[in-house]
């Protein structure tokens, strides 16, 4: 069903290796090793509280983790905040979106890239709204999403459109950058079925230009729709690491009900 390029062959984009993180006595992650290469999209799986927006956070730079490390396309990093890790590439979307409601979608699209104006007005710092519109206009062209008039101010979007807006924001900065790592953190759960067909392909679209894309969700038929692998967490433990195209809907779901054993522990109480 996908064609990602991303086989899993040659270096990971992002690699995590033996990845802890406690919460005072909550230990949220538990020795968790992830890979997402290039062109790969992974599903990101698991029940409320398993640790999967944790562990986004952790890729992020958003948390630092107790333990364990973190490599973008083989070299290691730590991250001491969300701005490192943006420098290395990595573009998260967050469940709780990072949009200012009071803007326009233009602006929102144009935060921390914006287009001054020219001659003297630009130098005192006013922007050309007209100029950063028509190029937002061409990157939403290109990325295949339509959405409300780029005027029209985010508080007066519905939640699906917001989320829309959100996506397309991180998709146009990581398609700036080259080897790009896009973290997705429940993209679809306002949407309706029209837009969440616009999100599928945007998805595919970005992998296909190489982009490495993590995705959480509790969506499954997404997940078969865009995966090229699965990673199912379980209270803080990758419990399955599979290629979509060997695995059924059944025992996806027995990984993250803890009905059906981990693929990497013996079992335990
Ligand atoms: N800031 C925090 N302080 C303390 N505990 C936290 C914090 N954030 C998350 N946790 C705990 O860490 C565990 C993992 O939470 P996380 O948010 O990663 O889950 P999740 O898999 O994203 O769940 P959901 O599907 O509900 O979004 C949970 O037990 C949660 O209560
Ligand atoms: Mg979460």
Redesign the pocket.
């Known amino acids: 069903m996908t064609t990602g390029t991303g086989s899993g062959a040659g270096t990971p984009a992002l690699e995590l290796t033996g990845v802890e993180m406690h919460y005072g006595f909550v230990r949220a992650l538990d020795d968790i090793d992830f890979r997402v290469h290039p062109g790969e999209v992974v599903g990101l799986l698991g029940d ?1 509280g398993a640790g ?2 944790t562990l986004l956070k952790v890729m992020s730079g958003a948390h630092r983790p107790s333990g364990g490390t973190l490599r973008v396309h083989g070299e290691e990093k730590v991250f001491h905040a969300p701005s490192d890790a943006a420098g290395a590439g990595i573009q998260m979307v967050y ?1 709780d979106l990072a949009l200012v409601d009071a803007q326009d979608i233009s602006t929102n699209l144009n935060l921390g890239r914006e287009i001054l104006r020219r001659g003297p007005l630009g130098w005192l710092g006013f922007v050309d709204h007209r100029a950063m519109r028509k190029r937002s206009e061409a990157e939403l062209d290109r990325l295949g999403v339509r959405t409300a008039p780029m005027t029209r101010p985010v508080e007066m979007l519905s939640g699906g459109q917001r989320q829309v807006v959100a996506l397309a924001r991180s998709a146009i900065r990581v398609s700036g950058a080259s080897n790009g790592i896009l973290l997705l ?2 993209p679809t759960a306002a949407l309706g079925y029209e837009q969440t067909k616009q999100v599928e392909a945007l998805i595919r679209q970005m992998a296909d230009n190489g982009i490495a894309i993590v995705l ?1 969700t509790h969506n499954l038929p997404l997940c078969y729709q865009v995966a090229d692998r699965v990673v199912v967490l379980n209270r803080g433990r990758k419990v399955a690491d599979v290629a979509m195209s060997d695995t059924e809907p059944d025992h996806v779901v027995g990984w993250i009900t803890g009905a059906r054993p981990s693929q990497f522990h013996a079992a335990s109480a």
């Open positions: 409320n999967k927006s469940q953190d429940e959480v």
